[in-house]
């Protein structure tokens, strides 16, 4: 292709994967300069009982201060090496201190679910790591969801499974986030030392649709068989929402509830009850 293509294309060509390595390295350099200096901050979406209408939890979303680049954009590259890592342990500082600040305003505090990339399974020192930030903040690890996807298990599955049940074993709880999408094997559900599914958003939006209906009722009779929650993900409208609830479907969190929140705002709202 590029010996066929002439000099032009060729020029081109170079030129297209030149600006792409660019923008990488000064992704790279915005999140190393974050990450010494504080440059990463939390907003919170809440989880929502589908039938009460009460707050049950909140997912930490993480967001680079001052900047309108999206994690679905450099959460990618953080991977690629080893700031995901040192995100990572950021993450999970930043949720345990706003945990015991809280604590320490009196709210009644509910658990909190932080995204748990696939790569920081390589961080070996992640566990001891996060019971010392528990230990020192005096925070209920109970308090704690880690949310992971399907594709941790794909290598690695041996270190994956005894990780995740010694997390367990402290109290901390494992979600599986992006249900549906990937490599979804429903066999999985039976042996994983889970407690929550998080139902896609594709699958949420699906849900209308007729034919993905029993489908999603049955991961969910399913996945209460064996003693799981089911949140849905990325619910925008009142229809998912009657659907889901037919589904006997137990959570909710999107945007037809609430935003990611900020802090000051996770506090006003703190005891909120909405409106189903
Ligand atoms: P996710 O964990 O599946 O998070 C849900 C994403 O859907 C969030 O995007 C949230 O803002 C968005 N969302 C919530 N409700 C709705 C809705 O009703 N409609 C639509 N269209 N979107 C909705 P966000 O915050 O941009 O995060 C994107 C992804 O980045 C996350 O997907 C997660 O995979 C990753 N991520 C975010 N924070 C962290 C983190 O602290 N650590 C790691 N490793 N990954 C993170
Ligand atoms: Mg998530
Ligand atoms: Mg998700
Ligand atoms: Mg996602």
């Not at 941790?152 to 041996?158: A, G, H, P, S």
């Not at 034919?211 to 929650?229: C, Q």
């Amino acid at each position: 292709f590029v010996k066929n293509s002439g000099k032009h294309s060729y020029a081109f060509f170079n030129k297209e994967m030149d600006d792409h390595l660019k923008q990488k390295w000064q992704m790279k350099s915005l999140l190393r300069e974050a990450i010494t200096n504080d440059g990463f901050k939390m907003v919170y979406q809440p989880q929502i009982d589908l039938y009460s209408g009460e707050i049950l939890g909140y997912e930490a979303l993480i967001r680079l201060k001052g900047s309108a680049v999206s994690p679905k954009d450099f959460i990618p590259v953080a991977e690629e090496d080893d700031l995901i890592i040192a995100i990572g342990r950021k993450a999970v500082q930043m949720v345990v201190t706003q945990l015991c600040q809280w604590q320490q305003k009196g709210l009644e505090l509910k658990p909190v679910a932080i995204n748990f990339s696939a790569v920081q399974i390589h961080d070996y020192n992640f566990k001891n790591h996060l019971l010392k930030l528990l230990k020192e903040n005096n925070v209920d690890p109970n308090l704690i969801v880690l949310e992971i996807t399907e594709n941790v298990f794909l290598e690695n599955t041996e270190a994956t499974l005894s990780f995740l049940q010694e997390l367990r074993e402290y109290g901390i709880r494992i979600a599986i986030d992006d249900f549906g999408t990937g490599y979804s094997s429903l066999s999985y559900l039976t042996f994983l030392p889970i407690d929550t599914i998080k139902l896609d958003r594709n699958l949420s939006m699906k849900f209308l649709n007729f034919d993905s209906n029993a489908v999603i009722d049955s991961f969910i009779a399913l996945a209460h068989s064996l003693g799981l929650k089911v949140i849905a993900e990325g619910i925008e409208d009142y229809e998912q929402v009657k659907r889901l609830m037919i589904g006997k479907c137990d959570a909710v969190q999107g945007f037809y509830f609430s935003m990611p929140l900020e802090v000051s705002d996770v506090e006003k709202n703190f005891y909120k009850i909405y409106q189903i």
